[in-house]
């Protein structure tokens, strides 16, 4: 099943041309009961039908509309341009819309590539770019579009991890909206083909972890983040007492045991690493 054009000409001039003929048909009937003349009457009947065989050929198109006709069970086409046309008499016209529509999915509970249950929604913006397959292809493609978004979402979900701190580079849910926008929207379209429906944009609306673990891995992110500054005050906290040695070695005549230095690295490292204010002490000398 795949769209096709149908006849169809303007229908401006074949309403009026209907007019005109439907009003001597009218008079030829009058004229021939009235005048006893059978043949006028007959010929004036014949119009009238052809009238109405035309005016069921009449059809209005709105503007980011088509109507797909069939013609005793058979597709033969669809009009797309709007306005009034004339087209094959006898035909069902079924309307499509083809303007933008947009699909609210609803918070999904899902489990991540870690196992951890997450909630999760999006926004699916689409439209029909073939109308023969959105009509005779699924049986309602609105819902078809439903259904198949909120399982490409949770299928989308299920392949990353909400978020992860061991690998930097990973993508996860929370960290790359936009890779997984991306992924959602190319897993959406390729269900979605069958429909004659064309994806324009997906985002996520919601995510965040399911109500029962919030507050635990609340907690794990926390104690992630503090692990994570603590290894960078560290590094620091080296390479300054480090620089500090190498200068006190280098621009004063000091000649520093190793004790001395491990008291000095001590002191330095504890200064720089205490989450707290360290309270100095100063060092007078020693009694002989």
Known sequence: MKEKNAFH????????????????????????????QVGLAVIGAILLVLVAVAATSLTIIQPNEAKALTFFGNYIGTIRDAGLFLTVPFTEKERVSLRVGNFNSQILKVNDSQGNPVEIAAVIVYRVV??????????????????????????????????????????TLRSNPTEVSDRLTAELQERLNVAGVEIIETRLTHLAYATEIASAMLQKQQSAAILSARKIIVEGAVSIT???????????????TDAQRLQIINNIMVAIVSERGTQPVINTGTNN
Do not use: C, M
């Open 9 to 36: 000409i303007n229908g401006y001039l074949a309403f009026l041309l209907t007019i005109i003929v439907a009003l001597v048909a009218a008079w030829l009937v009058y004229r021939g009961l009235t005048a006893d």
């Open 242 to 256: 480090e620089d500090a040695i190498d200068r006190l070695a280098r621009e004063t005549e000091l000649d520093l």
């Open 130 to 171: 073939d109308t023969a397959k959105a009509l005779f292809a699924v049986d309602d493609y609105e819902q078809f579009v439903q259904i198949q978004s909120e399982s490409a979402v949770r299928h989308v979900a299920s392949e990353y991890p909400y978020d992860t701190f061991e690998d930097e580079d990973a993508l």
